[in-house]
Structure formats: C-alpha cells, structure tokens
C-alpha cells in the first residue's frame, strides 16, 4: 500500500539559510500533520492542514511557514534557520471524516551547521 | 497542557518474554494510539483505541484503553528480536480546527537479547 512521502530525507543547511520540506499524503487522505522530534524526545505537533487549510497550530516558530496544495501535498518553508532547528521533521496523513489513525512518513532530517 | 506519563523510560528483556508498558494521563483522550519507531524512521501505527475499556490485539501485540479514559497499556507477548525500538503512545486532541493533534508519550526503548 501507498504510504506518506517526504522529501528529502536528508538535508544540511548553514544557520540563517532557508529550507522547504515537502510532504505526500497517501492518495486520498485530506489531512496533513507536521510533526518535530528532537534527539531522543517525542514528535512535537507544529501544524496541520485539512482540505488545503489550515486547521490547528502547535508549537511551531513564526519563521516557519506551511501550505497544503490543490494535490493535497504541502510543504514545510524555514527561514532564519537556527542550530536548534536540527530535527527529524515528519508528515503524517489521515481520513478526516473516518478514523483519526495518522500515518507517519519516514521523516526528514534536517542537520543545521 | 496536555501530558502523557509513559513508562517504563526503557527495557532490556530476553527474547521470549513478554513485556508491558503503559501510559497515564491527566486529561481524557477519546482516542488512544500506540506507535513503533526505529531509529530514524518514522513511527508505526500499531494499534489504536476507541472506546473506554477497548482491549485490541494486533498479532503479539495487545492494547486496552482505561475505562476512565486517562490511561492505556500495551503488552507484547513472547518478544522476538526485530521488536527492538521506541513505543510511543498517543493521545488524539481536538483543536481549535477540523484535525486535531496526537500528543505523545515520551516513549519506552526496548531492547530484546536474543
């Protein structure tokens, strides 16, 4: 079965530089989550999009930024990015309007130097 | 705000054993989850849980949901190698929006010695 991508999986960036994480759902989910989870914590919830808009907000910085597209894909846009911004960021999907099960992809992890 | 109290933090069994871990928390969550993680990689569903008092099995594995909402535990019985990793469990919150968001506890590492 299709399962969440994300892309890439791995990226190096210099502090103060711009990323874009990208995200596909699983073919026909609606709803999109981004998660953080830092070295050896649990996923944090920065945001999430239904229908391509915005639903629920979390813990995520103002230089963060995210959208959904007509394709239902998003993505995940830092700027001004920080050494403690290193982190495995994850996309998940689910059915809103069936269960609330979220399936994870297999994460981005974004190393800041 | 919302938090949950997994534990134990880690555990190192023999293969063969079972092994419970479970997770409590203050507020009530409708919908209970249950992850694997593997380093890296993105967490699993293993199980998730509906209803007050809901006992769920997924092969090894069995969950239940506390009748007061606020808890959960997992078991995994006769535990192999390849169970090795991090089970999280999850709350469902709702949000002010459509979707709300799973609050996760702070994880239980397993280790199996074959």
């Known amino acids: 079965a299709a399962g969440v991508i994300q892309s890439p999986r791995h990226l190096i960036k210099e502090k103060r530089e711009t990323a874009t994480l990208k995200c596909y759902p699983i073919p026909r989910h609606d709803t999109v989550y981004w998660y953080q989870q830092g070295p050896g914590q649990d996923p944090q919830f920065l945001i999430s999009?239904?229908?391509?808009?915005?639903?629920d907000k979390g813990s995520i910085p103002d230089r963060f930024s995210a959208q959904q597209f007509s394709d239902y894909h998003s993505e995940l846009n830092m700027s001004s990015l920080e050494l403690g911004d290193s982190a495995l960021y994850f996309c998940?999907?689910?059915?809103?309007?069936?269960?609330?099960?979220?399936?994870f992809g297999p994460g981005t992890r974004l190393t800041v130097l | 705000g919302q938090q949950l109290n997994q534990s134990p933090q880690s555990m190192f069994i023999q293969e063969g054993e079972d092994v419970s871990m479970n997770c409590t928390s203050s507020s009530i969550f409708n919908t209970w989850l249950w992850y694997k993680q593997d380093p890296g990689e993105g967490p699993v569903l293993l199980i998730a849980l509906y209803k007050a008092g809901e006992l769920t099995s997924n092969g090894r594995l069995t969950a239940q949901f506390g009748i007061t909402r606020k808890d959960s535990f997992l078991n995994i019985s006769a535990s192999i190698p390849s169970d090795v990793g991090i089970y999280f469990c999850a709350g469902f919150s709702t949000g002010s929006g459509n979707t709300g968001k799973l609050i996760f506890g702070q994880g239980t590492t397993l280790q199996v010695k074959p």
């Open positions: 998940a999907s689910s059915l809103l309007g069936g269960k609330v099960e979220q399936f």
């Open positions: 999009f239904y229908e391509k808009m915005q639903s």
